[in-house]
């Protein structure tokens, strides 16, 4: 029988990313097998993270619709629906409390599953807007559904040498329901395998340490290829709320 891969995630409820605006530039296929290739040859830090069940480059799609709150003139995320038809649930999660260091972003992040969803309809907006209202403590007609998007995500799994802290570097593109279309790269941490004891201060010195080195890595490499990046901190709410208001 295959064994359990313990996992410690040093960041409890805290997603931690750096991110990337693709302004110009390849093919997300392209720009993928790129750092791929970069993160393999780079043996001395980081080597592809070897889990049988997930191919080299994995590809995701999923459909999302974003909710927002309107706070005294400033628009916050509510709440995110995420739709996964293939495994017919729908995910909730809602990104609260950001703050940045170095470049990285370090959020909130609330999530549960709704098992009960099959599909996203009326009903169930309406229901779900009615309980997260109640959790945000605003009127439910506070709450508007800023906008939805499609997304293809290619994610490739990285673990750091020495500490088995593991990274995902997606390279991925979102189109709204305009048509306007976003493409990012993002690092995200994804934990550390094992269990270990965690002081988080050490922890996020080193975890900013390598996320630094893969973003000089990618840099690199898509510099070389002839792709253009620029370091960004906008956010997928970001993006569909400028749509919405434009």
Partial sequence: ALQPI?????????????????????????????????????????????LSNLKSIRETHTHAIRYGVNKGGKWEEAFVITDRPERSWVGIKRKTNQEVDDGILFRKEDRKTL???????????????????????????????????????????????GTNRLYIISVDECVDKKGKVLRQIEIEYGGRTGIHPT?????????????????????GVCQDGGTALEETLQTKFDFLLASYQG
Avoid at 126 to 145: F, G, H, M
Avoid at 201 to 219: C, H, N, P, R, W
Wanted: net charge positive; no cysteine.
């Fill in 115 to 161: 098992e009960r969803w099959p599909a996203w309809t009326p009903w169930a907006e309406e229901t779900v807007i009615s309980q997260e209202a109640q959790r945000l403590a605003v009127n439910p007609k506070d709450i508007l559904r800023i906008g939805e998007i499609t997304r293809r995500k290619l994610n490739i799994y990285t673990q750091k040498r």
């Fill in 6 to 50: 313990y996992k410690t995630n040093e960041f409890p409820g805290v997603e931690v990313e750096a991110k990337f605006n693709i302004t110009s530039g390849h093919s997300n296929d392209l720009i993928a097998t790129s750092i791929y290739k970069v993160v393999t040859d780079n043996q001395d830090n980081f080597q592809i993270q070897p």
């Fill in 199 to 219: 002081i988080e201060q050490v922890s996020k010195v080193e975890v900013k340490g390598d996320i630094a080195k893969l973003k000089g890595l990618i840099k």
